[in-house]
């Protein structure tokens, strides 16, 4: 576990904020279900449809263009399919869908965060998605009961990595940024948030290299139950 070199001076940690997609929630988790549909496509449809979704999410908050992060969802899915030339079906859209809205958490996750709770730590999630997309993931994976506050885009109508939408947490919670621990997969999400005043821990799963970007997150480890070496109280 890495700690950036410009760290900015520690702060004892209160709350425990999560990014939903690709941190709780694997996304790529859709793509056996788009194997089936598209024999030979199912990983490529996958990968680009992520891609298009967050460029779409980028490209409206610069914008300020603001459109449901389903909806947004939705038209990376149908450019993901014309662009690769598989038929998307409305009848396989709408499954598509339905998998996105109930993806698969990570193994890991659910002691971690268990275990987390246990320690006496507030959690939340902070996400681009819809409050009803989250709430149905959560479900979907068990983890009902485990957040404190489901922190949603809609309410401020802008994506990450807007300082409107970094800032639903430290209001929800009544503490400073920096007493928050945001925990993101995506590195960009994660230095997002650095910036923003977090402490900021990145889930580096794939092994990538950092983001250039001219800062580090505080933290990093490659599984979720690394968190909790940094977050859980000690002494």
Partial sequence: MARSPDSFSAAPIKAVVFDAYGTLFDVHSVASLA????????????QLWRQKQLEYSWLRAMSGRYKPFWDITRDALRFSAERLGVPLSVE??????????????????LSALRA???????LGILSNGNREMIEVSVRSAGMTGLFDHLLS?????????????????????GCRPREILFVSSNCWDAVGARWYGYTSFWINRAGAPLDRLDTAPDHTGSLLTDVLAVARPTG
């Fill in 35 to 46: 194997e089936q549909l598209f024999p030979g496509h199912g990983d490529a449809l996958s």
């Fill in 153 to 173: 885009s809609q309410e401020v109508k802008t994506f990450k990595t807007v300082d409107r939408l970094y800032a639903l947490a430290p209001e929800a919670f």
């Fill in 92 to 109: 396989s859209e709408q499954r598509l869908m339905n998998q996105y809205s109930s993806l698969s958490a990570f193994p890991e996750n």
């Fill in 116 to 122: 987390l709770k246990d320690a006496g730590l507030p």
